[in-house]
């Protein structure tokens, strides 16, 4: 069975560009979770879908950022415009259930904004 | 809120070394806390978990204890191998979906 996969694993764009992050999740599950590191801090909550509809996006830092989750399968993570501080690793986890249910992690997508 | 703080690093140990990793936390309620690993060019992989006080979770070796009293959850191994260079984060949970990461330790063991 597959795991978490995202892609692009490396993005390198300059400041003002537009972004696009994908996460496919385990298939099956509902829950799906996106987190960001940046600068080797701690890794920071950024949104969780239940299906395609956004539970909880209380992470997200502005409106430069906008996830999707169209169909309840996959999901996208736009930066437009990107700035310098949105450089760090952007991962996507899912999960079958919610609550505590362990979540699967994917490998991350690098995002670098020179 | 709730948070996590993890000892910073890098680590480096020689092989068959003893690694403590530490964790402290701040919570509200009884959360369920976590070790999540990271090896070169993978995705975070739950290494271990507990779930309530004093419990003890395990795995690969690996051992964590699940302590109220100091609000803390140590990542212990009493041998390690050049295999186990990753990066270990710790993590909790309150049960609402609301993870929460400490910055990572960053482990290296040389042969």
């Known amino acids: 069975e597959a795991g978490v996969t995202q892609f692009p694993s490396h993005s390198v764009i300059e400041k003002g560009q537009t972004v696009t992050l994908r996460c496919d999740p385990i298939?099956?599950?509902?829950?799906l979770y996106w987190y960001r590191r940046v600068m080797g801090k701690e890794i920071k909550f950024l949104l969780h879908?239940?299906?395609?509809?956004?539970?909880?996006e209380s992470g997200m830092p502005n409106n430069r950022f906008l996830a999707e989750r169209t169909g309840g399968t996959y999901s996208t993570l736009k930066v437009q415009p990107a700035e310098l501080e949105d450089s760090g690793v952007y991962f996507c986890?899912?999960?079958?259930?919610?609550?505590?249910?362990?979540?699967?992690f994917g490998a991350g997508t690098r995002l670098s904004v020179l | 809120g709730n948070s996590v703080t993890q000892m910073e690093g890098p680590v480096t140990l020689s092989e068959e070394a003893f690694l403590t990793i530490n964790c402290t936390y701040t919570a509200t309620g009884y959360p369920s806390l976590f070790w999540y690993v990271q090896y070169p060019g993978e995705g975070l992989q739950l290494l271990l978990k507990a779930t309530k006080a004093d419990d003890k979770g395990s795995n690969k070796g690996f051992e964590a204890t699940y302590r109220k009293e100091t609000t803390s959850f140590h990542l212990e191994k009493g041998s390690v191998q050049v295999s186990d260079s990753a990066v270990y984060f710790c993590a909790l949970s309150g049960g609402n979906n609301d993870m929460r990461f400490g910055a990572g330790t960053r482990l290296t063991v040389k042969p």
């Open positions: 879908f239940v299906k395609e509809s956004k539970q909880d």
């Open positions: 986890a899912s999960s079958f259930r919610g609550g505590l249910d362990i979540q699967y």
């Open positions: 298939s099956g599950h509902d829950n």
